[in-house]
């Protein structure tokens, strides 16, 4: 199971506090991605990145921020201003080839699951 | 922007039965449509996509239809079997990043 490694598995997090999930790949994709995943919801986007050092805001990236300071990462930080952060969380990257008017697959790690505790 | 809606949520169906699962998009200029297969506690995976430019893709058991003009598509799973039982995603591509349907847990009864 290589290319795509989340890190941890499992999280707990206590009220106030910030955590930092880490995904890494080794595939040398351009484009990474962080989904959150609730129970009937199926996966909304939080931020991507098509780029190093630039990355947008998704469809709920409130309480959340990111960077992209290396091509094989994007740490993803929950913030105390997100209110319910207790989520699976999962990171996906592909190749961007977006400028030609191409959608690609997108490879998953395996998630975190965060809990407030 | 793009709103991608899946049904149903959730799908029963005997062993050896198919099973049809529909997604609709709203954005014309959506080009690509994949659709994912999660497995309890594991990472959703790529069972099949289709683009624009094909009406229907077929591997093995698995086909998925496209119809660009009522702007939906479906899988199909023939033949279902007991490892076919996970969460399936649909997703079309909108401004460079893909937008998911709800998802669909399909369980096969034996």
């Known amino acids: 199971d290589g290319g795509i490694t989340q890190s941890p598995k499992y999280l707990f997090r206590k009220e106030g506090q910030n955590v930092t999930l880490s995904c890494e790949q080794n595939l040398n994709h351009d484009a990474m991605y962080w989904y959150r995943q609730d129970p009937g919801q199926g996966l909304r986007l939080i931020y991507y990145s098509q780029i190093v050092n630039d990355f947008q805001k998704g469809d709920i990236a409130e309480g959340y921020s990111v960077s992209r300071e290396k091509k094989e990462s994007f740490p993803l930080t929950v913030t105390s201003a997100q209110k319910n952060p207790t989520a699976f969380y999962l990171c996906?990257?592909?190749?961007?080839?977006?400028?030609?008017?191409?959608?690609?697959?997108?490879?998953f790690g395996q998630g975190t699951r965060l809990t407030v505790v | 922007g793009e709103n991608v809606e899946q049904h149903p949520s959730t799908l029963s169906v005997q062993e050896g039965d198919s099973a049809v699962i529909k997604c609709t998009y709203s954005?014309?200029?959506?080009?690509?449509f994949p659709w994912y297969k999660q497995e309890l506690g594991k990472r959703p995976q790529l069972i099949i996509d289709i683009r624009s430019n094909v009406g229907e893709k077929k591997d093995q058991r698995i086909a998925v239809t496209l119809n660009k003009t009522a702007k939906h598509f479906s899988l199909h799973i023939t033949e279902t079997q007991p490892e076919d039982s996970a969460v399936y995603f649909c997703a079309a591509d909108r401004a460079q990043k893909l937008v998911f349907g709800q998802g669909t847990r399909l369980t096969i009864n034996p």
């Open positions: 996906a990257s592909s190749i961007d080839v977006w400028g030609m008017d191409l959608g690609t697959e997108a490879f």
């Open positions: 954005d014309s200029a959506s080009n690509y």
